[in-house]
């Protein structure tokens, strides 16, 4: 049984499953209370088109309707209840949203807090990207990165404090000695990330942040994102080491990228 039918067969289990639509999301609340629901209601969906729009616009996506299922699951439900087919049900719990691919869609623990919008706003960047074929190509430094920026730049009650977040991690790195190089993070793969420990994640998504704040920097102008579009061409072309690919997208030679990104840490 294929995971995504394995999954509908365990959503057989709640007949009442009520249907949230906050574009460009359609959500589908299970086992969520009246109060839950809506809380999800007044989530507001002007952050989530704008973050939506940047999407389109930073990739250079053709801006044909893009609409994202969601499951979302009640606090009520432990994660020894979730289905094994989730695989990553772990992660649910701690990030509070994932994508998942096999479902086309993505899950989210309903508990009531401002991360909440913050992980619909990053969780949306996957889901995009992904379902546009533009996820696989990218090393998980730049999605990742990107989806942290679009956080910092698109949620009102967040985008600051993820910036500084991301500043305190690379400081962290910085004095421990874990800074890595551009080399170094755009050649760790989603394997190791998910074997990572907790503070080693942070760090990585961290940095990744800070890279692609330096990339979008390199725009033409002021919140000109499509230099990231740039990147994603190169990668996509394939056939050369990320590290030339990304100079080549950038126009600039390995130490300039290497020596912006490391500013961007505040090194």
Do not use: N
């Not at 906050?22 to 002007?46: D, G, H, V």
């Not at 949306?124 to 730049?153: T, V, W």
Request: hydrophobic residues 45%; charged residues 25%.
């Amino acid at each position: 049984m294929t995971t995504r039918l394995a999954f509908r067969a365990w959503l057989l289990r709640f007949p009442g499953i009520k249907i949230v639509k906050i574009p460009p999301y359609r959500l589908c609340c299970i086992s969520c209370t009246r109060t839950e629901i809506a809380w999800l209601r007044a989530l507001s969906s002007r952050v989530l088109m704008d973050a939506r729009a940047l999407i389109l616009r930073a990739f250079g996506i053709a801006s044909a309707p893009v609409k994202v299922r969601a499951y979302v699951l009640g606090p009520s439900l432990s994660a020894a209840e979730l289905p094994s087919c989730l695989g990553r049900a772990s992660a649910v719990v701690h990030k509070r949203a994932v994508w998942a691919p096999p479902l086309r869609a993505v899950v989210l623990w309903a508990k009531e807090s401002e991360k909440t919008q913050r992980s619909l706003v990053h969780e949306l960047a996957h889901a995009i990207l992904d379902m546009k074929q533009m996820l696989r190509p990218l090393p998980p430094a730049i999605y990742e990165g990107f989806a942290m920026m679009l956080e910092h730049r698109c949620c009102d009650d967040g985008g600051q404090w993820r910036l500084s977040w991301a500043r305190k991690g690379c400081r962290l790195a910085l004095e421990r000695g874990h800074l890595q190089s551009v080399d170094e993070l755009l050649s760790v793969t989603t394997t190791e990330l998910s074997a990572s420990t907790r503070y080693r994640t942070a760090v990585f998504y961290a940095q990744a942040m800070m890279l692609v704040r330096f990339l979008v920097s390199l725009g033409r102008a002021d919140e000109d994102w499509t230099m990231l579009a740039e990147v994603a061409r190169a990668f996509r072309a394939g056939g050369e080491d990320r590290g030339v690919a990304l100079c080549r997208a950038c126009g600039q030679d390995a130490a300039e990228i290497e020596g912006g990104y490391r500013a961007s840490c505040g090194a």
